[in-house]
């Protein structure tokens, strides 16, 4: 049967119209460039939205440009002619102008038009992909670990449980003035904190229940401080600055106090030769958060060091489970992950911003119960 089009086309049905071939390069959602020796003599308009430049300028610009050499070199060293197949494919790292990474995938291949020979390069964005591909490797990632953690978590609370009885049977001899009763305290406030922790790694492979929890961070902070300050060391100063005004937030004291630990204890790590951690609290409402309506209001917790800082390849990967920069054997590596996992089950976001030598600042914003009459109204503004 033949086709309306097909009675007015002007070339055979094998040999397809220059202009109509054209038209469907302009069209094509992918980024499709044609280059030779290295400079482009075409690029689509795909190709200048991706890379965010003028298309009216792109001729006669170097490739280099755009892709950089890593990638360049394997696909043209991949082909040895102009008839061979298509380069491996390879990928990179574009930073828009906005800040935003993007992951690119490109590929070429090679093509010979009135004796010259040219490539046609492919660039594909393949952040959602990769994003997706992050998330199943870290929930297998993360199920191995819940399979570990649940063998040995009914032990373990064997354990700190008997601890635990014997504070309390020395709590109880002891007097309560003395140095010895508060020591004890703290002991089986350790106690507490390690059930905790196994409780929270639990949670890492199963969300937590469904039950409605009213926390002030202020109080958290305040009741783990004196811990805090012994597991830090003499030669690291924590100061507190925590708003009078601070709003509660719907989760469990204790998944506050083992983000707490978390973050602290990583800047402590950070900081072998002393200095200073800072912790802030204050209520937001004028910055919106990752994946909270702009119009939100949440507390914000921030912790602050002055230590060595990280690299922004080490950033990016601080989040993820099993990342550590620590010796074998010194972390898991799950500090930061399991604070972005219960963060993000109640709507929150967690961010880190770091220099190398210029300290590392971590912010986590919690949504904060609305109508709610804070309890900590009689907080100095720093207390050291």
């Known amino acids: 049967m033949t086709s309306a089009f097909a009675q007015y086309q002007p070339y055979p049905p094998e040999v397809p119209d220059p202009a109509m071939l054209l038209a469907a390069v302009q069209v094509f959602p992918e980024s499709l460039a044609i280059v030779a020796s290295g400079l482009i003599v075409y690029a689509n308009p795909a190709w200048s939205e991706m890379f965010e430049c003028n298309h009216q300028q792109l001729q006669g610009r170097e490739l280099a440009e755009f892709v950089p050499q890593h990638p360049l070199s394997i696909m043209f060293r991949a082909q040895s002619g102009p008839a061979s197949e298509v380069a491996p494919e390879t990928n990179f790292v574009l930073t828009r102008a906005d800040g935003s990474r993007r992951h690119i995938e490109v590929a070429s291949a090679g093509l010979a038009h009135r004796n010259r020979d040219f490539q046609v390069i492919r660039a594909r964005d393949i952040s959602r992909h990769r994003h997706t591909e992050e998330e199943l490797r870290e929930a297998k990632r993360l199920e191995a670990v819940g399979r570990l953690v649940g063998g040995v978590a009914h032990d373990f609370n064997n354990l700190l449980t008997g601890m635990m ?104 790590d950070a900081m072998p030769a002393g200095g200073r951690i800072t912790l802030s609290t204050r209520n937001r409402s004028d910055v919106p958060a990752v994946g909270i309506a702009s119009n939100a209001h949440w507390v914000e ?84």
């Not at 709003?247 to 978390?262: R, S, T, W």
């Not at 990967?317 to 996992?341: E, I, M, V």
């Not at 770091?354 to 912010?363: F, V």
């Open 165 to 268: 009885l014997y504070c309390d049977l020395l709590i109880g001899e002891l007097g309560k003035d003395t140095r010895s009763h508060r020591h004890a305290q703290e002991m089986r406030m350790a106690g507490e904190n390690g059930a905790a922790l196994v409780q929270q790694l639990l949670n890492i492979t199963r969300p937590p229940p469904a039950e409605s929890h009213h926390s002030s961070v202020n109080d958290v902070v305040i009741g783990i401080q004196d811990l805090l300050t012994r597991l830090i060391g003499e030669n690291i100063v924590l100061n507190t600055s925590l708003a009078s005004d601070l709003g509660a937030v719907e989760m469990e004291p204790a998944q506050v106090q083992q983000i707490l630990l978390n973050l602290v204890l990583n800047a402590r």
């Open 301 to 384: 917790l921030t912790v602050t060091d002055t230590g060595c800082g990280m690299a922004p390849d080490t950033l990016d990967l601080a989040f993820d489970p099993f990342f550590t920069t620590k010796k074998s054997g010194r972390s898991s590596g799950l500090g930061l992950a399991t604070a972005r996992r219960l963060v993000n089950l109640q709507g929150g976001s967690i961010t880190a911003e770091s220099e190398p030598g210029k300290g590392t600042r971590i912010s986590l914003r919690l949504p904060r119960i609305e109508n709610h009459r804070p309890t900590n109204s009689g907080i100095p503004e720093v207390i050291s």
